[in-house]
């Protein structure tokens, strides 16, 4: 796994941590200590979005400012084995 | 509306080419009880829901069914890499290859192209939600039947996490369910459609 795939999967399991948490406070809306974790799994997101998107280029099109470096692979799905 | 991230929802990362095993997982693609289905279904049905936690589920499980949809898709894809046209014919994917090449094509594991039918939409929350109940159970089975053929971790992981997500979108809509007939007049739970007879709610 690349150092780029490593960062990424960081990321994914906390945003993964955030889908699930969604989809508990939909049937739960008055969780509060189920709502605290949920910010404390966006706050540890935060600075790995930044890390990764100053070395390796945007995770959505509203992050891209300066070149439109959106279009540069790899695309999600190419990873090779 | 909708934000694209540059992402899967789970890894894939397929190292060996596998046009047998992309033959029967497709169905999860395409076929009646696949992502596509299931993310359309939701997506569809959360227009009549009469509660905001039901609207709220059926958006966010429907969009997660989305993020399957495109791991699915790059299983596929990453199963087909790189293949020579003995090995497709010698895989039975001979018949896949005439009509798509290695595209991705919604269609099922015997190869009926993907069909509206598999997105129950009945304007109802009780249907809709047993429908809902059904449809995970259904593509939960289908993973296992697809975990009997799989002898690659590569692929088996992400496998795995897909059908463990059916488990928990199971549990989502049973409570659905429950927040729905908490509301209403027990005495009529079947003898009313909660999206059109609103009579049929519990007196605050």
């Known amino acids: 796994m690349t150092e780029r795939e490593m960062l990424l999967k960081k990321i994914g399991t906390c945003k993964f941590a955030v889908t699930d948490i969604d989809l508990f406070l939909d049937t739960h809306p008055g969780d509060k200590a189920t709502l605290q974790k949920r910010a404390e799994y966006l706050e540890q997101l935060k600075p790995l979005v930044k890390e990764y998107e100053e070395k390796y280029g945007p995770l959505t099109k509203a992050d891209d400012v300066n070149t439109w470096s959106w279009v540069k692979d790899p695309w999600p799905w190419d990873t090779e084995g | ?204």
Do not use: W
């Open chain 2, 1 to 204: 509306m909708f934000v694209y991230e540059k992402q899967l929802q789970y890894p894939v990362r397929i190292k060996n080419p596998n046009p047998a095993l992309a033959k029967i997982i497709i169905t999860q693609y395409g076929g009646p009880d696949g992502e596509l289905g299931a993310s359309l279904r939701y997506l569809s049905q959360r227009f009549s829901m009469p509660m905001p936690e039901l609207k709220a589920t059926l958006t966010d499980v429907g969009t997660e069914e989305l993020n399957h949809l495109e791991m699915i898709g790059a299983i596929v894809y990453q199963l087909t890499r790189n293949l020579s046209e003995e090995e497709i014919k010698k895989a039975g994917f001979d018949a896949y290859f005439v009509d798509h090449t290695t595209g991705i094509y919604p269609a099922s594991a015997s190869g009926v192209p993907f069909n509206a039918t598999a997105i129950a939409s009945k304007g109802d929350p009780i249907t809709d939600l047993h429908e809902n109940l059904a449809a995970e159970q259904k593509a939960r089975s289908t993973y296992d039947n697809i975990l009997r053929f799989c002898d690659d971790p590569d692929v088996i992981d992400p496998i795995r996490f897909l059908r463990a997500r059916e488990v928990v979108h199971y549990q989502r809509f049973g409570e659905n369910l429950r927040l729905l007939t908490d509301r209403l007049d027990s005495k009529n739970y079947y003898a009313f459609n909660p999206s059109f007879d609103t009579q049929c709610f519990k007196k605050k």
